[in-house]
């Protein structure tokens, strides 16, 4: 009914920048919360980014003031553009919706993309 395909993970140098996109298809009416996780391997998944409905956005620390998360509701996409990269932001970066409304009123939650995998050498 709904998918998110994540897309832009890439190899990238240390301090070097990527943007991450992510596509939301299906018969929407309405998005609450974007989201992007990152999963490193042998840890736990961790929120990086929100964006709420009303445009806000939460960061965790470690990467305020070097990620921005943005959406273009137009094309049903949300962006991570991240800057100042470290070897620590290597990760699976997966893309979710706490929240979505479909054009039959139904809803759903806890939408998942596949993820994309974020690599930064040294």
């Known amino acids: 009914q709904v998918q998110l395909v994540e897309s832009g993970g890439d190899l990238v140098q240390a301090g070097g920048s990527l943007r991450l996109s992510c596509v939301a298809s299906?018969?929407?009416?309405?998005?609450?919360?974007w989201a992007w996780y990152r999963q490193a391997p042998g840890k736990q998944r961790e929120l990086v980014a929100s964006?709420?409905?009303?445009?806000?956005?939460q960061y965790t620390g470690s990467v305020k003031d070097r990620f921005t998360i943005s959406r273009d509701s137009s094309k049903k996409t949300v962006y991570l553009l991240m800057s100042s990269l470290k070897p620590e932001d290597s990760a699976t970066y997966f893309c979710?919706?706490?929240?979505?409304?479909?054009?039959?009123?139904?809803?759903?939650?806890?939408?998942w993309g596949q993820g994309t995998l974020v690599t930064v050498s040294s």
């Open positions: 299906g018969s929407l009416w309405s998005i609450d919360t």
């Open positions: 979710s919706i706490d929240r979505v409304i479909l054009t039959d009123f139904s809803e759903l939650f806890d939408v």
């Open positions: 964006m709420f409905k009303d445009e806000t956005t």
